[in-house]
C-alpha cells in the first residue's frame, strides 16, 4: 500500500514534469529576426528545421571547433548540421537538449 502510494506519487511526478516542459518548449516560438540577434559563438542561437535552438553552452564544447558550429550562429543552420550530423542518432538526440522553441512563421 505504502510502496503503490509511493510509485503512484512518483509517476504523477514525472508526468508533471514531462508535461511542463513539453508545455514550455512548444509554447515559445521566436522569428528569424529574433534569431538573427544571437549571431556569434558567444551567444548562438540557430534555426534547424522547424524548431530553434540556443546552442551557446555548447559552442566551446563542440568536438568539431568552435569556428564550424559558429557559422550556424543567427541563422538557419538545417542544412550545414544534415549535412555534418544529420545521420548521426546521438548528435541528434544531444541537439534536441539544446531546443528553446519553434521558428515563428
Ligand atoms: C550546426 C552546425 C554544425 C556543424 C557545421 C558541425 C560540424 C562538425 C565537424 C566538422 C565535426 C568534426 C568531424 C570530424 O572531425 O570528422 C563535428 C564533430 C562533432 N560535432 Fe558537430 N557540427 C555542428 C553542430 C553540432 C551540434 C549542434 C552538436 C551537438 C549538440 C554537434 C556535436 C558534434 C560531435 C559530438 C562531434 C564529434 C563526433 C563526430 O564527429 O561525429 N555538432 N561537427
Redesign the pocket.
Known amino acids: 500500500m505504502k510502496k503503490t502510494g509511493i510509485a503512484l506519487a512518483g509517476a504523477a511526478l514525472a508526468v508533471g514534469l514531462v508535461s511542463v516542459n513539453t508545455g514550455k518548449a512548444q509554447a515559445a516560438t521566436y522569428t528569424r529576426t529574433q534569431v538573427s540577434q544571437h549571431a556569434t559563438t558567444g551567444d548562438c542561437w ?1 534555426i ?1 528545421g522547424r524548431n530553434v ?1 540556443n ?1 551557446t553552452p ?1 559552442v566551446p564544447m ?4 568552435p569556428q ?2 559558429g ?2 550562429c543567427g541563422k538557419v ?1 538545417t542544412k ?2 544534415n ?3 544529420g545521420g ?1 542518432a ?2 541528434q538526440s ?2 534536441k ?2 531546443r528553446i522553441g519553434a521558428l515563428k512563421r
Open positions: 540557430t534547424i535552438y546552442l555548447y563542440h568536438p568539431g571547433g564550424e558550429i557559422r550556424v543552420g550545414a548540421f549535412g555534418q550530423h548521426n546521438s548528435i544531444m541537439l537538449t539544446y
